[in-house]
């Protein structure tokens, strides 16, 4: 199956800077990549995501960039506030049998005023 | 507001309890997912509907129990559960499973039910 390894697991990053977050993937036939923002006390919250007949988008300050060949995605946040503070996850879909997500470890962001 | 929503968003059950989480979403879609989370480790699927067909089971004990009696509505039934077992548990949403062909697969979460078992 699909196995997803999200880095780093934290990062502190001055307000107005950039903040970057990579995860890979194993499986070749995986074609969307989502990412999820989990602020304290609530489910995960699409955010932005990217499918593999592309290899960036982007909305407002954050973008995701995607490098089939060597099976790598980042989310980019620029200007970063403190609202962007909160637990992010990546995810890649599996295709053995049934498709379904799987998802990274986290990277919790805090953004240091 | 996802358009996902859960009840109850906290619980708290002895061991020998049976209650039900219950999930409902207001998107119209087809795909309808049970996850755990707990602290330190990635998001876990258990079970998922596809037009009200369980398509998946992911190795999950029989002490939890899935229900979904139309696209809109998802439980899940918990019995005789372990302290191992407190977790948060996310109900999602997608138009259709991810991945396929074609688009669609975007998965929408409720806010959760924090269940502890004592």
């Known amino acids: 199956g699909e196995n997803v390894e999200q880095h780093p697991s934290t990062l502190s990053v001055q307000e107005g800077d950039s903040a970057v977050i990579k995860c890979t993937y194993s499986d070749s036939a995986s074609n969307y990549f989502p990412w999820y923002k989990q602020e304290l006390g609530k489910g995960p919250q699409l955010i932005i995501d990217i499918r593999s007949n592309v290899g960036e988008k982007k909305d407002q300050r954050i973008a995701v960039t995607l490098n089939k060949t060597a099976k790598h995605f980042s989310l980019h946040i620029t200007e970063t506030q403190p609202e962007d503070s909160a637990v992010y996850f990546c995810a890649a879909p599996s295709f053995l049998g049934n498709e379904k997500l799987t998802f990274g470890t986290g990277t919790r962001l805090t953004i240091i005023p | 507001e996802t358009g996902v929503t859960q009840t109850p968003r906290h619980l708290v059950m002895g061991m020998t309890n049976k209650k039900s989480l219950k999930c409902e979403q207001h998107?119209?879609?087809?795909?309808m997912y049970w996850y755990k989370q707990s602290a330190k480790k990635p998001l876990e699927l258990m079970f998922v509907?596809?037009?009200?067909?369980?398509?998946e089971n992911n190795s999950v004990p029989s002490r939890f129990s899935p229900e979904c009696p139309n696209s809109s509505h998802l439980f899940l039934h918990l019995h005789t559960l372990q302290p191992e077992d407190s977790a948060l548990y996310l109900c999602a949403s997608s138009q259709t499973p991810p991945g396929l062909a074609g688009g669609g697969g975007e998965q929408y979460f409720g806010p959760g039910t924090r269940l502890t078992v004592t």
């Open positions: 998107l119209g879609h087809n795909a």
């Open positions: 509907y596809n037009f009200k067909e369980q398509t």
